[in-house]
Antibody, heavy 117, light 107 residues
Framework: QVQLVQSGAEVRSPGASVKVSCKAS????????IHWVRQAPGQGLEWMGW????????KFAQKFQGRLTLTRDTSINTSYMDLTRLRLDDTALYYC??????????WGQGTLVTVSS | VVLTQSPGTLSLSPGERATLSCRAS???????LAWYQQKPGQAPRLLIY???SRATGIPDRFSGSGSKTDFTLTISRLEAEDFAVYSC?????????FGQGTKLEIK
């Protein structure tokens, strides 16, 4: 069965960086985009960007340009989200999800990133 | 593309019909509009893609309709497990934006 399993919760100080992983199983990793979506406490969903694991190509929301890096390791079917220069308002639950022009059909369990001084 | 969902909160009883709206600031390319259900402590679940196609395993009481800038999610007869937050998302043009969500609560 399709699964996306994310790394565990992280706590960081303002200005630091965080890297979250998303390991895929149950399907061909290189066939589907991997998107990253975050949700601040009590707020709605916010799309951050995607990576295509086959090519490594990426697209980002403008507000994350320069701070967000998406990478992948096809040998272990894992995608990574690296967010730098963290701010207090980056505190959120970060999700990965897969997509193939038909919505985000499978999601990871979410990784809580807390930015606190 | 900014997506505006209405109402913000919808209070209904089991067995009733729910109609949720998602309005886009610009035409959505190829009707690339999806609906998600999210319950507390859970990841979102895909319900509808392409504006009107049900995702795998989604009951037929859920239906999506609309085109260009106006889209609707309808739940024909509410069941207890349907009370949740519903969000729309467009994936026709970058950035792939979400609406702010509609909370469907038990009356």
């Amino acid at each position: 069965q399709v699964q996306l399993v994310q790394s565990g919760a992280e706590v960081r100080s303002p200005g630091a960086s965080v890297k979250v992983s998303c390991k895929a199983s149950g399907y061909t990793f290189t066939d589907y985009y991997i998107h990253w979506v975050r949700q601040a406490p009590g707020q709605g969903l916010e799309w951050m960007g995607w990576i295509h694991p086959n090519s490594g190509g990426t697209k980002f929301a403008q507000k994350f340009q320069g701070r967000l890096t998406l990478t992948r390791d096809t040998s272990i079917n894992t995608s990574y989200m690296d967010l730098t220069r963290l701010r207090l308002d980056d505190t959120a639950l970060y999700y990965c999800a897969r997509e193939l022009v038909a919505g985000l059909d499978f999601w990871g369990q979410g990784t809580l990133v807390t930015v606190s001084s | 593309v900014v997506l505006t969902q209405s109402p913000g909160t919808l209070s209904l009883s089991p067995g009733e019909r729910a109609t949720l709206s998602c309005r886009a600031s610009h035409n959505i390319n190829s009707n690339y509009l999806a609906w998600y259900q999210q319950k507390p402590g859970q990841a979102p679940r895909l319900l509808i893609y392409g504006a009107s196609s049900r995702a795998t395993g989604i009951p037929d009481r859920f239906s999506g309709s609309g085109s260009k800038t106006d889209f609707t999610l309808t739940i024909s007869r509410l069941e207890a497990e349907d009370f949740a937050v519903y969000s729309c998302q467009q994936y026709g043009s970058l950035p792939y934006t979400f609406g702010q969500g509609t909370k469907l609560e038990i009356k």
